[in-house]
């Protein structure tokens, strides 16, 4: 029996594989759970911080905190940590998930976008694995998984910024996994494929039988798919396990 007393962050997850991973977690490890976005629709964060509540456990056993917050500035990390602290009174495990896309064909790329992304997608890696290891490092206890992507692997055209940000990701989880492992702290990263959520929403079904013509498993995943392995990451079974990628994309980079 694995006992449910971690305190989890997940950036960017408002919807989509961010949710799908919270949900995970709060069923196996958690007591507390705190979910960050960038904005949370007409809703406030409190009001979608309990409908989730009351949706996990109609008992308010797992307590869920939802904090309004743009991963790409420092400042809001910090402030999401501080609150964690305040509300969880710690944080176990973090999931640095929040990310957007921008794509276009290099030529057109406008300067703004592949800023945008990079700091969306990287620098949010950044500004939350530093403001959280530090708590991590006292307790000697962390666990961060880092979400990337098969194009960071692979390469994918039009998607040149999202690609080198993704790509910046794997560079950024083996640093840190060397750098941290003597405070217990496993960092890895998981590399999804093509995922059914919002963000490939916009694929007309040309573009989708063309992308699932690469994909061995002949199916796009779901974010369920991917909250799994996240949460197989976070939990003992995973304790010599840092420094990895996992891709979970079907077969496709295989
Ligand atoms: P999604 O449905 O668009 O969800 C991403 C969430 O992150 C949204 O709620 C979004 O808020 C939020 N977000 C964006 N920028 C943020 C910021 N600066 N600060 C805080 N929150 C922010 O996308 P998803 O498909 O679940 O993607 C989740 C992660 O998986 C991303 O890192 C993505 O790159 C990665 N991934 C996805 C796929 C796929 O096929 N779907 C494949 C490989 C990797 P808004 O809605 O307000 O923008």
Redesign the pocket.
């Known amino acids: 029996m694995i006992a449910k007393n971690k305190r989890v962050i997940v ?2 997850g ?5 949710r799908a991973i919270l949900k995970e977690l709060a069923v196996r490890y958690c007591s507390s759970v705190l979910f ?4 949370f629709g007409d809703s406030t964060p409190e009001q979608v911080a309990l409908e989730l509540e009351k949706e996990l456990t109609p008992d308010g056993s797992i307590k869920v905190y939802a904090f309004k ?4 500035q420092l400042k809001d990390a910090q402030a999401t940590i501080d609150y964690a602290i305040e509300k969880m009174g710690g944080v176990d495990i973090l999931i640095n ?4 896309t921008r794509d276009n064909l290099l030529l057109r790329m406008p300067e703004e976008d592949f800023d945008k992304v990079i700091n ?2 990287l620098k ?1 890696v950044f500004n939350y694995t530093k403001v959280a290891i530090k708590p991590m490092m006292s307790q000697r206890y962390g666990r961060i998984v880092n ?1 990337s ?2 194009v960071g692997v692979m390469g994918n055209a039009g998607q040149a910024n999202y690609s080198a940000s993704k790509a910046g990701i794997l560079g950024f989880t083996k640093s840190t996994a060397k750098e941290l492992a003597s405070r217990n702290i496993n960092v890895n990263a998981v590399a ?4 059914e ?4 929403q916009q694929l007309n079904e040309k573009q989708r039988e063309a992308l699932l013509s690469n994909v061995p498993l002949k199916r796009m995943g779901t ?1 369920e798919d991917i909250a799994r392995v996240v949460s197989f990451l976070c939990g003992p079974d995973a304790d010599y396990l840092t420094g990895q990628v996992i891709a979970v994309d079907g077969g496709m980079t295989m």
Do not use: C, K
Request: cysteine-free; charged content about 10%.
């Open positions: 950036t960017g408002y919807r989509g594989i961010g960050t976005d960038i904005s917050a743009d991963a790409s998930n929040a990310g957007i969306a997608n949010s979400i992507s098969v999804p494929g093509f995922i959520t919002a963000m490939t974010p």
